[in-house]
């Protein structure tokens, strides 16, 4: 099982558009792999994405799995994410709003948790099997 940002309408925009198939790649932070003591996605794995509500609403498999720093996204990346965002700069900024959330601090432990260039971070891609 695979949740895309926290349940509500991120979630919810993001789940609409991995069913569209315009979404085909995500990011999120190495640390918040460390931090839950979760291994890394692997090349093959196949995942239910759920909604807001937890329904199993598609199912997805990695294709590729990235470690990378922030500063070194590109824009296939951020383009593949299918969040709208034309640019790395755009798709920066999305992000590090998310990031710097207070979900996303409370997540981490760290209520002063900031991104910076060299901050890693693990990029996916994935390819949509089917739609529940």
Do not use: C
């Amino acid at each position: 099982m695979v949740e895309f940002g926290f349940p509500g309408p991120l979630r919810d925009t993001l789940v609409a558009a991995i069913r569209s198939g315009a979404k085909t790649s995500t990011s999120a932070l190495l640390l918040g792999y460390e931090h839950a003591n979760e291994p890394l996605p692997e090349v093959g794995q196949r995942s239910a994405v759920v909604d807001s509500d937890g329904r199993r609403v598609a199912v997805i498999e990695v294709t590729e799995v990235r470690v990378v720093r922030l500063a070194d996204v590109d824009l296939e990346h951020a383009l593949a994410e299918g969040e709208g965002d034309e640019s790395v700069a755009q798709w920066r900024a999305g992000h590090e709003s998310f990031w710097h959330s207070a979900q996303v601090r409370a997540e981490l432990g760290d209520p002063d948790f900031t991104v910076d260039d060299d901050t890693l971070v693990v990029t996916k891609r994935f390819r949509l099997l089917h739609v529940v």
